[in-house]
């Protein structure tokens, strides 16, 4: 499977880069009572560091607001994920447990400030394209709505879009059965690409001492 960037996307986004880390033989599970209490504790942190303070002011959260305006999405409106995370936290909204993967991936996008996605690498058919949708790019995505994506980033593969910066689809959702995992992580634009790799072996080594198995990572700009 090849993941490659859309040429138009690069375009409109100076440096654009993602990080791909593809786990494999990983066990998952419901999540150990570490990282739930991690998961909680960082979010009472979060909620006293950012009662007071304006989301949108957060330079990670600006960068990709900024981002998906590039594109021609309208971030007061289309979120992106990591600044619903946020405002959920502010609100003292917390995320509730789902398992292992999907806690993990919400503390990693708290933690770093930036949009995750992660899938059922075997639900993924074919090669991979990170580009701007049009209008016929339609999912049913996780939250159960069916969300058009036309002016938004998404993941396509030769079956049709399945992820985004915004929200992810529930046909490539992982689950309890998942064995084999592809971990997006939607790089800071203005991140170097030294500085990528380091947060993405932080990434994969975390994900590891949980879910047991092997992985690969890289970025792909």
Do not use: C
């Given at each position: 499977m090849e993941i490659?960037?859309?040429?138009?996307?690069?375009?409109?986004?100076d440096n654009f880069k993602i990080g791909a880390i593809l786990y494999e033989n990983i066990e998952v599970s419901h999540s150990?009572?570490?990282?739930?209490?991690?998961?909680r504790l960082f979010q009472e942190s979060l909620f006293f560091e950012y009662a007071e303070k304006n989301v949108t002011d957060i330079p990670?959260?600006?960068e990709w607001r900024n981002s998906f305006k590039l594109v021609g999405?309208?971030?007061?409106r289309y979120r992106p994920s990591n600044e619903a995370l946020l405002r959920r936290v502010q609100k003292q909204q917390y995320i509730s447990s789902m398992h292992s993967a999907v806690d993990l991936n919400n503390f990693?996008?708290?933690?770093?400030?930036?949009?995750?996605?992660?899938?059922?690498?075997?639900l993924l058919k074919g090669n991979i394209l990170i580009t701007i949708g049009t209008e016929s790019d339609t999912y049913l995505a996780v939250n159960e709505r069916e969300v058009n994506f036309e002016n938004k980033i998404l993941s396509k593969d030769s079956i049709g879009a399945f992820g985004s910066p915004y929200v992810d689809s529930k046909?490539?959702?992982?689950?309890?059965?998942?064995?084999d995992a592809l971990h997006l992580?939607?790089?800071?634009?203005?991140m170097n690409s030294e500085d990528a790799k380091d947060l993405l072996a932080s990434?994969?080594?975390?994900?590891?001492?949980?879910?047991?198995?092997?992985?690969?990572y890289k970025v792909i700009e």
């Open positions: 490659n960037i859309d040429s138009g996307l690069k375009q409109k986004i150990p009572q570490m990282l739930q209490g991690r998961l990670s959260v600006k999405a309208d971030p007061a990693l996008s708290l933690q770093y400030q930036i949009p995750l996605g992660i899938y059922d690498y075997n046909r490539t959702s992982v689950n309890f059965d998942t064995k992580v939607y790089l800071r634009p203005s990434l994969t080594k975390m994900f590891l001492q949980i879910h047991g198995g092997e992985a690969t």
